[in-house]
């Protein structure tokens, strides 16, 4: 009989690392150019939001540039994922 000397791992894939917004930007441009979205449409919504919340976009967008060293776009369009209202209503 034989033996091995190789020891036994287990079968673990990798941890997944969390999305940041470089991929959230990717998706969205995949999904424009496949036609399933338009990547300026969230701008339009914000030119209608009221002036305090428009405000408060470009204060978090701002602070996320500068404290999180995202570029500007990624940083836009993450707080407007943050502060964009529910279908219920704010």
Request: net charge positive; hydrophobic share 25%.
């Given at each position: 009989?034989?033996?091995?000397?190789?020891?036994?791992?287990?079968?673990?894939?990798?941890?997944r690392?969390?999305?940041?917004?470089?991929?959230?930007?990717?998706?969205?441009?995949?999904?424009?150019?496949?036609?399933?979205?338009?990547?300026?449409?969230?701008?339009?919504?914000?030119?209608?939001?009221?002036?305090?919340?428009?405000d408060?976009?470009?204060?978090?967008?701002?602070?996320?540039?500068?404290?999180?060293?995202?570029?500007?776009?990624?940083?836009?369009?993450?707080?407007?994922?943050q502060?964009?209202?529910?279908?219920?209503?704010?």
């Amino acid at each position: 009989m034989r033996s091995t000397n190789r020891k036994s791992q287990p079968n673990t894939r990798p941890a997944r690392r969390p999305l940041g917004a470089t991929d959230v930007l990717r998706s969205v441009s995949t999904r424009r150019k496949s036609g399933q979205g338009n990547k300026e449409c969230w701008r339009l919504e914000i030119e209608r939001w009221p002036k305090d919340l428009r405000d408060d976009w470009e204060e978090r967008a701002a602070i996320i540039e500068y404290c999180g060293g995202e570029p500007r776009a990624a940083a836009e369009w993450l707080a407007y994922q943050q502060l964009k209202p529910t279908e219920g209503g704010r």
